[in-house]
């Protein structure tokens, strides 16, 4: 009987603790029916054109191997390398811009680069 018992509490900690979570994305909801209902479905092409028009490529390598980035991470190296970029004195709507790290290994014993 103690097993019953404790099965079922563990249940009903499992639900509540399921319950919670989904309270506490309740609030999104509204906010996102609220913005849906509005928007129309030219507003949406505009919108997906306009990403198209201005999706931009960029490509990380680390020991010569290609690493995939996901959207998210391409869009933040994108726009933190574009906002250092064009301030400089010289640079007037770039095209392309390349950067190349070179890392030197620490040197094991005193911890130093070489």
């Known amino acids: 009987m ?17 319950n919670t979570f989904y309270n506490k994305l309740a609030w999104v909801l509204p906010i996102l029916y609220f913005f849906l209902r509005r928007r129309s479905s030219s507003e949406y092409e505009v919108v997906k054109k306009e990403r198209s028009k201005m999706d931009k490529e960029i490509l990380l390598k680390v020991n ?10 391409s869009e933040i190296l994108i726009s933190a390398i574009q906002g ?3 301030p400089l004195r010289g640079v007037n709507n770039p095209k392309k811009i390349e950067i190349t790290i070179h890392c030197r290994a620490k040197d094991s ?3 130093k680069g070489d």
Request: glycine content about 4%.
């Open 2 to 18: 103690f097993i019953i018992l404790s099965n079922t509490f563990s249940k009903a900690k499992a639900l509540q603790k399921r």
């Open 64 to 73: 010569d191997q290609d690493i995939p980035l996901n959207r998210f991470a």
């Open 84 to 86: 250092l970029v064009q």
């Open 109 to 111: 014993q005193n911890g």
